[in-house]
């Protein structure tokens, strides 16, 4: 209890709880609303912290199964706060512009991405030394662009499991494409958003940086979390293999012993007396006996 107090409070002070103007809201946010106050919706913060923890939880559990999940956030107080958050924990993200097709279209978009790594080695090793200045300088141009808006993703070999979008509201294009998909979707939705739209809703403010900084750092905290029990599982995995295969070892090297053991026995009773009451093997002299008359 004492834990969720001391978050309310941090939400609290970071501005969570400012909603829109009453005249914008989308009335399926109604059971998230507080109370008004100047002609703008306060966000009930409790609602916030149970909606925040639950996400969290299914985060968590998606990066300990290894899957990817992808960072949304192309609103300009969101960006620089959405990608370091990203970058922490190794994760995709798209914070500059959203591509058409980013997902329902990724065969293509992958095209695109290996055409900017090409360009990026060529340019790195040396063999674009023997283009001309201003080709060379194209190229460069090419590859900054492409990788303004395609480096978040450069790592991304097959579709996220999941999106975590800042504003739903005008990452609509996304989350479009998720739903087609079959994505899982999480977001912040604030009071002129429909919360239904996605799987995963965190009833806050999605305009002010504070509020931002301090949602998604949770989750990137929880994420970092379900990665650090993946690893740690994956340790005490190998740790029982290397043991299985040392015992494994073990038997095998006492199995060849008991086989050499038995072998030696064998040989040991065949080179004895012969056993009671085995037939006598006859044995000729070399002179016949006196010839009777």
């Known amino acids: 209890m004492e834990n969720n107090t001391s978050l309310q ?58 899957k990817k999940i992808m960072f949304v956030a192309t609103k300009k107080q969101a960006k620089e706060i959405v990608s370091e958050c990203a970058k922490k924990v190794n994760m995709p993200y798209a914070t500059e512009r959203w591509l058409g097709g980013m997902l329902t279209n990724f065969n293509t978009v992958r095209k695109s991405v290996k055409k900017m790594q090409s360009i990026e080695k060529m340019l790195n090793d040396g063999s674009a030394e023997s283009l001309t200045k201003k080709e060379r300088l194209t190229l460069g141009r090419d590859k900054d662009k492409m990788e303004k808006v395609l480096g978040g993703i450069a790592q991304l070999g097959r579709l996220p499991a999941a999106l975590f979008l800042v504003d739903i509201g005008h990452e609509h294009i996304a989350l479009a494409e998720a739903k087609r998909l079959g994505i ?7 009071t002129n958003c429909d919360p239904n ?97």
């Open 9 to 66: 409070q941090q939400l609290l002070e970071a501005g969570v709880h400012f909603g829109h103007l009453k005249k914008k809201w989308n009335p399926k946010m109604l059971p998230y609303i507080f109370a008004e106050k100047k002609g703008i919706h306060i966000i009930d913060l409790n609602k916030t912290v149970d909606h925040l923890q639950e996400t969290a939880a299914a985060l968590k559990q998606i990066a300990k199964s290894g």
């Open 184 to 190: 899982q979707t999480f977001g912040m939705v604030d």
């Open 197 to 293: 739209k996605v799987d995963f809703s965190i009833p806050a403010n999605d305009d002010a940086t504070k509020s931002i900084a301090i949602i998604t750092n949770y989750i990137t905290a929880a994420i970092a979390e379900g990665l650090a029990e993946r690893q740690a599982s994956k340790e005490d995995d190998s740790e029982v293999e290397e043991g299985n295969n040392e015992n494994e070892a073990k038997a095998k090297r006492m199995e060849a012993e008991a086989n050499a053991e038995g072998g030696r026995a064998k040989r040991g009773a065949g080179a004895g007396p012969s056993a009671p009451g085995a037939p006598k093997r006859r044995t000729t002299t070399g002179s016949r006996g006196p010839v009777r008359k």
